[in-house]
Nanobody
């Protein structure tokens, strides 16, 4: 199982980023997938969950209305569109196989820094 994130970087408050997670080594389409983030000094917190066909999406309250999770099962790829970014969104974001913090594999993550 391999999960490789990309798309992170530094952005000003109010800006946008799109994260991607390329999955390999397993049948991507049969697993719920999640984005999880971790900030320095804090525990991991789940950000968003998407079901296998991509039809049901859940969001943590702190990103609701700003972030959108999606997946392309033909490309074995998970996405997270992040808009209206805030300084408090600064964290290491990683994709995980499973639902929220109940996952069995995760990627190494991509850093998102929101700063003026």
């Amino acid at each position: 199982v391999q999960l490789v994130e990309s798309g992170g970087g530094m952005v000003q408050p109010g800006g946008s980023l799109r994260l991607s997670c390329a999955a390999s080594g397993f049948i991507f389409s049969v697993y719920d997938m999640s984005w999880v983030r971790q900030s320095p000094g804090k525990g991991p917190e789940w950000v968003s969950i998407v079901n296998t066909p991509g039809s049901i999406r859940s969001y943590a309250n702190f990103v609701k209305g700003r972030f959108t999770i999606s997946r392309d099962n033909a490309k074995n790829t998970l996405y997270l569109q992040m808009n209206s970014l805030k300084a408090e969104d600064t964290a290491l974001y990683y994709c995980a196989r499973g639902r929220g913090l109940d996952y069995d594999y995760r990627g190494q993550g991509t850093q998102v820094t929101v700063s003026s």
